[in-house]
């Protein structure tokens, strides 16, 4: 008899809310800036969940250059998977809000650094079991139960940014967002 194992329940794609959805179009440059990274800051980083993409510090700048917006990102690394899917997600969003017409343009100089994350994005990555990036050595905590006896699995792990670590203590791994 083959044994049966259970599927996991499918996960919410990360992205723009529903109940984002404009009344009227926006009429280019009526906008301000600074609303605009509001509307970017509801847009969750692919890979994690909870941290948006302006936390991350990806999102460079947003301008009207005539009639398109126009939001210069800056990848995490060069070959990043999420990049395309990032993009995307930015034009839906903008689009849910009656943005037109969105170009989203890559800047990559200067290079992304962890420096940019907030230190709410920090907070928020330890919580969800990502041990945040530090200047120099690894994490010095396990995210999971606080202890500093950890040790690094492997230099790569659940993605390129990341290094798969593990607590002594509580032995669970964990992710650690690699200092660039």
């Not at 999971?144 to 040790?151: A, I, L, P, T, W």
């Amino acid at each position: 008899m083959q044994r049966q194992v259970a599927k996991p329940a499918p996960q919410p794609v990360p992205g723009p809310l529903p109940s984002l959805a404009a009344e009227a179009p926006i009429v280019p440059g009526s906008v301000e800036k600074a609303q605009n990274m509001d509307w970017l800051g509801q847009v969750t980083a692919t890979e994690i969940p909870v941290v948006s993409i302006t936390d991350l510090g990806i999102v460079r700048d947003v301008n009207w250059v005539d009639e398109v917006l126009e939001v210069k990102v800056t990848p995490t690394y060069s070959g990043c998977p999420a990049t395309r899917v990032i993009e995307v997600m930015i034009v839906d969003a903008l689009k849910a809000r009656g943005v037109a017409s969105v170009q989203v343009t890559p800047q990559i100089s200067p290079a992304w650094t962890t420096d940019w994350i907030t230190q709410d994005a920090k907070a928020a990555l330890e919580k969800y079991g990502i041990a945040p990036p530090r200047a120099a050595g690894g994490p010095n905590s396990c995210p999971h139960c606080g202890s500093g006896n950890v040790e690094m699995v492997s230099n790569f792990g659940s993605t390129p940014c990341k290094a798969q670590w593990r607590c002594r203590s509580c032995l669970e791994p964990f992710d650690y967002f690699k200092c660039i």
